[in-house]
């Protein structure tokens, strides 16, 4: 299993000891925790056979992950001569990426919620990696809480994505709706002096709301994928 978050520990011999038992027994709530949070509990059928995807929650769902990858991979196709166009102004503007998370930048209902860092979408990540060699500021919106911001924020950098920004649900945030609360977000950045060139998510509410010269949605089939 990929390591967890690095966390606080001592250089002392009583490795051992009853506080570090507690910390590792709070780490696995924590991620235990995280993995209600974002996905759900685990069904059943996943804790049968871990070590492939067939096990995900979205196969239960009847998604396909090959074809999955081929459906994102034409998004991403019809993106990045876009973004590469608008990116040779970075120079001259501050310009920003907005990404979705969930099925949008990781691989979230394809990998067990227990496995971490949960994997990047390879034809996401390339794309974000290389507008922002060219000066685009990345940014991340998602709809999940800020008790995992930093587990989040953790997991986007191991995966090999840039982070300059991530923006998680506060309290009073989980009380409206998604699609306000992202839109209000975008409209944030945008207070800071940014032109969001392209909006990347799987679901509508990721990318209605304006805020953005263009939306990419990928597909989440109808729903399936969270």
């Known amino acids: 299993m990929p390591s967890a978050p690095p966390t606080s520990s001592t250089s002392s011999t009583s490795s051992s000891t009853p506080a570090r038992r507690r910390a590792v027994a709070g780490t696995t709530a924590a991620l235990a925790l995280t993995a209600f949070l974002v996905v759900g509990p685990a069904?059943?059928?996943?804790?049968?056979?871990?070590?492939?995807?067939?096990?995900?929650?979205?196969?239960?769902?009847?998604?396909?992950?090959?074809?999955?990858?081929?459906?994102?991979?034409?998004?991403?196709?019809?993106?990045?001569?876009y973004v590469e166009e608008r990116a040779k102004d970075a120079g001259r503007e501050k310009q920003a990426i907005v990404?979705?998370?969930?099925?949008?930048?990781l691989e979230?209902?394809?990998?067990?919620?227990?496995?971490?860092?949960?994997?990047?979408?390879?034809?996401?990540?390339?794309?974000?990696r290389d507008a922002h060699d060219k000066g685009?500021?990345?940014?991340?919106?998602?709809?999940?809480?800020?008790?995992?911001?930093?587990?989040?924020?953790?997991?986007?950098k191991r995966a090999g994505y840039p982070v300059d920004g991530l923006y998680v649900r506060s309290?009073?945030?989980?009380?409206?709706?998604?699609?306000?609360?992202?839109?209000?977000?975008?409209a944030e950045i945008e207070a800071k002096g940014?032109?969001?060139?392209?909006?990347?998510?799987?679901?509508?509410?990721?990318?209605?709301?304006?805020?953005?010269?263009?939306?990419?949605?990928?597909p989440d089939y109808d729903g399936k994928l969270s």
């Open 43 to 81: 069904p059943a059928a996943l804790a049968a056979d871990p070590d492939t995807h067939s096990t995900s929650a979205a196969a239960l769902a009847d998604v396909d992950y090959t074809t999955w990858l081929k459906d994102v991979a034409a998004v991403v196709a019809e993106a990045r001569p």
């Open 99 to 105: 990404l979705d998370i969930d099925n949008s930048s």
């Open 108 to 128: 979230t209902d394809f990998h067990p919620f227990w496995e971490l860092p949960t994997p990047a979408i390879a034809d996401v990540r390339e794309l974000v």
């Open 136 to 156: 685009v500021a990345v940014f991340f919106v998602t709809a999940r809480p800020g008790i995992i911001h930093s587990l989040t924020d953790w997991n986007l």
């Open 171 to 186: 309290l009073p945030d989980l009380f409206v709706e998604v699609s306000t609360y992202k839109t209000e977000k975008r």
């Open 194 to 218: 940014y032109t969001i060139i392209a909006n990347i998510g799987n679901n509508t509410t990721d990318i209605v709301g304006g805020h953005a010269e263009r939306a990419f949605k990928l």
